[in-house]
């Protein structure tokens, strides 16, 4: 079980909105057929096996696969990563306070059995300035298997206060993300998270998405982590996400910017 909101049935975009930003956190479930999922997970399994191992270090884990890139190693994963729901809720939170925003960073992270509950941490915290009331991103998780408590569901430390210490939280705030294979949980960039520790005998693999303000520095630089021709074969709107868009007439402008805001288009 888990305290946190689970809407089922297409839910609408302002009472999910409001639970995440009541609890730090918010859970749709099944927001797709299984049918894509495993598409997404067949796609991203050579990858995982050739070069997961790449990631591991103490705050990863040592029994941990992780991906990055993933736009370039799973076309599936566009489904995800651009489905409509989702941008509603990146619309609702994060275009208050920027023109347009982008893809921060686009993560697959398979936790094997014996693996240790990841540290809790903030993903604003690597933008050095925080501006009181605004997010500077949301993150979306996807279940590729079922989130269990004993495979280690996403720890998510609810009603975080984003002038909190680390130090502060109470760890009975701590809930895990128990939610059904192709179910998505959204998270604040304000709030304290974390991967489980798997204490089953299965991986646990997840997709985890962040969206962040088009005025900001993505964390994982797309334009050179995506082959050029990979992310020419995308749709405009993945693109956009992508950061082939300026923000703004001044922000990021390039030949070709698809709202023409380079001098000459
Ligand atoms: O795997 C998870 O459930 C969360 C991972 C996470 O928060 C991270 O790696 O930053």
Known sequence: MTMLKSFTNEPQTDDVTAALLNDGGVIIERLVEEAVIDKVSEELRPHFDEQGHRFQNDFNGYKTLR???ILGLSTTSAELIAHPDVMNIA???LLPHCENYRIGSCTAIEIHPGEKAQTLHRDD??????????EFQISAMWALDDFTMENGATRVVTKTHPENSMEEMNSADVEQAVMPK???LFYLGSTVHGGGANRSEAPRKGLINTYSLGWLRQEENHYLTIPREVAAAYPEHVRRLM???SHGAYLGVYPG????NWFDS
């Open 125 to 134: 915290d690597f933008y050095p300035i925080p501006i009181p009331g605004v």
């Open 243 to 245: 950061g082939y868009q």
């Open 91 to 93: 619309d609702a939170m």
């Open 182 to 184: 192709g179910s998505v």
């Open 257 to 260: 910017d698809p709202d023409g």
């Open 67 to 69: 991906l990055g890139g």
